[in-house]
């Protein structure tokens, strides 16, 4: 006599895999924690920082406004994981010196920038308006320091998950 069981076996599976499934999983999926890598540059020319006192005060990982002293262009702050929803924002404040050194020409321009890279792979870069690399004879750059204090050079960038727009 033949073995009953692997037949029996066999027809239970065959049932059961051509069942369908009428139940629906109505629990909603696990929120995936979404961050960003943040990068604020501040560039322009090489003779900038001879002619001003530059501020950045900028959004840190917690989202407060922090300020630092510029020293040196170009300059990057990194914030290496920020949770979203972020808000990334860099303001610049140019003070010019009373004091800098005789030069024919100088190199002036700055700009800022905010650059992102995030969890869900989004990836850009945005700016203020950067003026390339000027150069200011040196007849004109006290007016070109009266100019350039008063100029707002700031930026904002609303970082969301790809989920919230």
Same mark, same amino acid.
């Given at each position: 006599?033949?073995?009953?069981?692997?037949? &029996?076996?066999?027809?239970?599976?065959?049932?059961? =895999?051509?069942?369908? $499934?009428?139940?629906?999983?109505?629990?909603?999926?696990?929120? !995936?924690?979404?961050?960003?890598?943040?990068?604020?540059? *501040?560039?322009?020319?090489?003779?900038?920082?001879? /002619?001003?006192? *530059? !501020?950045?005060? +900028?959004?840190?990982? $917690?989202?407060?406004?922090?300020? #630092?002293?510029?020293?040196?262009?170009?300059? @990057?702050?990194? /914030?290496?994981?920020?949770? &979203?929803?972020?808000?990334?924002?860099?303001? &610049?404040?140019?003070?010019?010196?009373?004091? +800098?050194?005789?030069?024919?020409?100088?190199? @002036?321009?700055?700009?800022?920038? *905010?650059?992102?890279?995030?969890?869900?792979?989004?990836?850009?870069?945005? =700016?203020?308006?950067? /003026?390339?690399?000027?150069?200011?004879?040196?007849?004109?750059?006290?007016?070109? /320091?009266?100019?350039?204090? *008063?100029?707002?050079?700031?930026?904002?960038?609303?970082? @969301?998950? #790809?989920?919230?727009?």
């Amino acid at each position: 006599m033949k073995n009953p069981v692997f037949p &029996l076996f066999a027809w239970t599976v065959m049932y059961l =895999s051509a069942c369908e $499934n009428t139940q629906t999983n109505t629990a909603a999926p696990l929120p !995936v924690a979404v961050n960003a890598a943040v990068a604020y540059t *501040i560039q322009g020319g090489r003779d900038i920082p001879l /002619l001003f006192d *530059i !501020v950045a005060a +900028y959004n840190d990982e $917690n989202g407060e406004e922090v300020s #630092r002293t510029i020293t040196e262009l170009p300059c @990057t702050l990194y /914030l290496q994981s920020v949770s &979203l929803p972020f808000t990334a924002s860099i303001k &610049l404040q140019l003070n010019p010196k009373k004091e +800098y050194p005789e030069k024919r020409v100088y190199d @002036t321009g700055i700009g800022t920038l *905010i650059r992102y890279a995030t969890s869900d792979f989004q990836n850009k870069t945005t =700016s203020t308006e950067y /003026l390339q690399q000027e150069h200011t004879p040196a007849d004109a750059v006290s007016s070109y /320091l009266k100019d350039e204090a *008063i100029r707002t050079y700031a930026k904002t960038v609303h970082i @969301t998950p #790809r989920t919230e727009r």
